[in-house]
C-alpha cells in the first residue's frame, strides 16, 4: 500500500468529521437561541408571555375560616361583657352616691331632732326661715315644702327645723325634722320636707320650731 495514498485518505476522513461537528454546533446554537428567544425583536414588538394559571375555586366555600369566625365571636362577647360591666359599674355607683346623700339626710334629720328636743316654740331663728310649698303635679302628688333657710347674721350658723303637718280638725298628724349646717353669712339652703302620709285628707303644713345654733 502506498503511505501518501493513506494519509491522504486520513486527511480527508478528518475534514469531514470537523465539518459535520460544525454543522451540529451551529444546529444546536439556533435551537439556543430560539429558546432563548425573549420575544422582542428590532422592530420592538411586544413580548409574548405564557396564559397565566386560573386559581383553583374548587376550595373556595364562602365562609370564614372556624378559627377566624370564633376570633370574631370572641371579641364581639368580649366587647358585650365590657359593655355590661361598665353598666353594672355605673349603676352601682349611683346607688352608692343615693346611698352616700340618704344618709347624710338622715345624719341631719337626728342631729336637728336632737337640737329641738329642749327648745320651747318657736326657736330664736324662725325669722331666717321661710316655707313654700311645691305643686303636687311636680313632686308625684306628694305633699312636699321648700324650706328657704338663710343665715342673716354676720357668724357662720348651723340651723334647725320642725315642720308639722295637720289634718283639717288641726291635729298634728306627722313631725318632720331638717337640719342644715355650717352657713355662711347671708348664706341660703333650700331643703327639702317630704310628707309620708296619703295624699287624703290633705294636710297643712306649719312651721313649729326653728332654731340657730
Known amino acids: 500500500m502506498n503511505p501518501t495514498s493513506a494519509r491522504a485518505r486520513r486527511?480527508?476522513?478528518?475534514?469531514?468529521?470537523?465539518?459535520?461537528?460544525?454543522?451540529?454546533?451551529?444546529a444546536l446554537g439556533a435551537v439556543g437561541l430560539v429558546s432563548c428567544d425573549t420575544g422582542n425583536d428590532d422592530t420592538g414588538g411586544p413580548a409574548v408571555s405564557e396564559r397565566p394559571t386560573a386559581p383553583d375555586t374548587a376550595g373556595f366555600s364562602g365562609e370564614l375560616p372556624s378559627s377566624v369566625a370564633s376570633s370574631g365571636?370572641?371579641?364581639?362577647?368580649?366587647?358585650?361583657?365590657?359593655?355590661?360591666?361598665?353598666?353594672?359599674?355605673?349603676?352601682?355607683r349611683e346607688a352608692e352616691r343615693k346611698a352616700s346623700i340618704g344618709a347624710e339626710v338622715e345624719r341631719?334629720?337626728?342631729?336637728?331632732e336632737g337640737e329641738l328636743e329642749d327648745v320651747k316654740a318657736p326657736g330664736n331663728a324662725l325669722s331666717d326661715v321661710a316655707m313654700t310649698g311645691k305643686p303636687r303635679a311636680d313632686s308625684g302628688g306628694v305633699l312636699t315644702v321648700v324650706l328657704n333657710i338663710t343665715n342673716n347674721t354676720d357668724e357662720e350658723a348651723s340651723y334647725a327645723v320642725q315642720v308639722d303637718f295637720l289634718n283639717p280638725s288641726?291635729?298634728?298628724?306627722?313631725?318632720?325634722?331638717?337640719?342644715?349646717?355650717?352657713?355662711?353669712?347671708?348664706?341660703?339652703?333650700?331643703?327639702?320636707?317630704i310628707s309620708r302620709q296619703p295624699p287624703e285628707p290633705v294636710l297643712t303644713p306649719r312651721l313649729t320650731k326653728a332654731q340657730r345654733y
Do not use: H, I, M, W
Not at 486527511?11 to 451551529?26: D, E, M, Q
Not at 341631719?108 to 336637728?112: P, V, Y
Open 11 to 26: 486527511a480527508v476522513r478528518a475534514r469531514a468529521v470537523s465539518a459535520a461537528a460544525a454543522v451540529v454546533v451551529t
Open 170 to 193: 288641726g291635729e298634728v298628724v306627722e313631725t318632720q325634722f331638717v337640719g342644715v349646717e355650717d352657713l355662711e353669712p347671708g348664706e341660703r339652703q333650700q331643703p327639702l320636707v
Open 108 to 112: 341631719t334629720r337626728r342631729q336637728a
Open 73 to 92: 365571636a370572641a371579641a364581639v362577647e368580649s366587647a358585650r361583657a365590657s359593655a355590661s360591666s361598665a353598666a353594672a359599674s355605673a349603676s352601682a
